[in-house]
Each structure stands twice: as structure tokens, then as C-alpha cells.
């Protein structure tokens, strides 16, 4: 698969990490809302998507302990 190597521009961490690089068919407004959201943040969306599913693995692995 596509993976690329990033370092610390990308992701807020100082230690470089491998990503997938995959595609995501999302509803329009969605996308819109996320748009909006790392705009107002200063992020890129992919930053934005990463965050949210960070947040809900946590929260998912944390229900099942």
C-alpha cells in the first residue's frame, strides 16, 4: 500500500511515524463541517479525521475495559 514517512510538521508529535494513505467517500456536508472545523483550528483535515478516530478508538477501547 501507499505509506509515506512524516516527521513533526504533521500530526503535533517529534517523532516521525508511518501513515496509509487511503481514500475516504464522505457526505458532502461533512466534509463542508470538517472543512470549517480545521480552518478554524489551523489544521489540515486529515489532521482534523485522524483526531476524531483517535478519539473514538479511546473511547471504544476504554467502554470495553
Request: glycine share 6%; proline share 2%; no cysteine.
Amino acid at each position: 500500500g501507499n505509506t509515506r514517512l512524516i516527521g513533526d510538521w504533521y500530526g503535533g508529535n517529534n517523532q516521525a511515524a508511518t501513515q496509509d494513505v487511503v481514500q475516504l467517500a464522505i457526505e458532502h456536508e461533512l466534509h463542508e463541517w470538517l472543512k470549517e472545523v480545521a480552518t478554524e483550528n489551523e489544521r489540515p483535515v486529515n489532521y482534523v479525521i485522524t483526531q476524531a478516530i483517535k478519539k473514538l478508538r479511546k473511547e471504544i477501547e476504554s467502554a470495553k475495559a
